[in-house]
């Protein structure tokens, strides 16, 4: 699933190609995606002629603002990500016109919800699994949903400060589990837990109770730095996600740790192992992260 630094790296190359841009008519062949409203066509009506006033991300969710205070929600969910372009459909497909990974990658071919803008390029949702959430908002009635309100602070934020990462986390619970909790701290999943408890030498399985100050300053650290370098890098695409060009991202290239189980740690030359925490693989160093 996109996590934080793929939702980002979506948005700002959203804000490059998108932003100002009308939409000017909408194709889809898997209404279940639409989730608000749930009549694909109300959806339809009340999306056309809008203009995108602003594209930001909260969480794992990316927010386009458009005219007349609409908020477009998109969630991406296990396989899905946006791609912008131009798709002529033919035979009952779509095909690329645009040359290189766009038209070549086959991750880029599963194409379910297409936006036409006024530029006369389109954006496309291709997902493979058809998990991927949208929603169109009232912008009022979304800053009050309790959605919206539930998500824990942005971990890149100025304000997400030691104190502020510290008063955040609960009481109880495995710090992984914790980590991954969007209800804690906003974005973080699988790929980028396993990554930033090995930067910070901190065990999956460790009660977030036993964590000492030392190590809740590592991990503050490594959050940060762990994030910020996949954003760099325009996130991980080990499996599905690819950049709004269908180009994939590069920090997979530089993983420590997740799906490296048997290979050897890039710190001490130790095999990586892999456990399950909560239904999730997750790798790790046994001797560089002990419990």
């Known amino acids: 699933m996109p996590e934080l630094p793929e939702v980002e790296t979506i948005v700002r190359d959203l804000n490059k190609s998108v932003l100002g841009r009308k939409i000017e008519d909408i194709w ?42 609409k908020i477009l929600l998109i969630h991406q969910k296990m396989t899905g990500h946006l791609l912008y372009g131009k798709w002529q459909r033919a035979k009952g497909k779509w095909f690329s016109l645009t ?11 599963f194409l379910h919800l297409i936006f036409w803008l006024d530029n006369g390029k389109q954006l496309a949702l291709s997902d493979l699994r058809k998990f991927a959430k949208v929603e169109l908002w009232d912008k009022n009635q979304f800053f009050s949903s309790p959605d919206f309100k539930s998500w824990g602070p942005e971990p890149l934020e100025r304000n ?9 986390l609960p009481p109880k619970g495995r710090v992984k589990q ?13 790929i980028y837990a396993d990554e930033i408890l090995w930067e910070a030498k901190v065990h999956p399985l460790t009660p977030i109770r036993q964590l000492n100050s030392r190590q809740l300053k590592a991990i503050y650290k490594a959050i940060r730095k ?28 530089l993983r420590r740790v997740y799906r490296r189980e048997n290979e050897k740690c890039y710190r001490c030359g130790t095999i990586i192992k892999r456990i399950k925490i909560g239904g999730r693989g997750t790798c ?6 002990k419990l």
Not at 99 to 109: E, K, L, V
Not at 161 to 168: D, I, N
Not at 178 to 190: F, R, W
Not at 239 to 253: A, M, N
């Open 178 to 190: 914790v980590l991954m909790n969007p209800q804690v701290i906003a974005g973080i999943g699988n």
């Open 28 to 69: 889809c062949d898997w209404k279940k995606s639409i989730k608000k409203p749930s009549n694909f066509f109300n959806f339809q009506k009340q999306i056309k002629k809008r203009r995108v006033k602003k594209i930001w991300r909260r969480a794992k969710n990316i927010l386009i603002e458009l005219s007349g205070d």
């Open 226 to 253: 762990v994030l910020q370098k996949a954003i760099k890098l325009g996130g991980t695409s080990i499996s599905d996600f690819r950049k709004l060009s269908g180009e994939k991202g590069h920090f997979g290239e």
């Open 160 to 168: 997400f400060t030691f104190e502020k990462f510290k008063k955040a």
């Open 284 to 289: 790790f160093c046994p001797a560089c992260q």
């Open 99 to 109: 040359r290189g990974p766009i038209r070549d990658d086959p991750m880029n071919r």
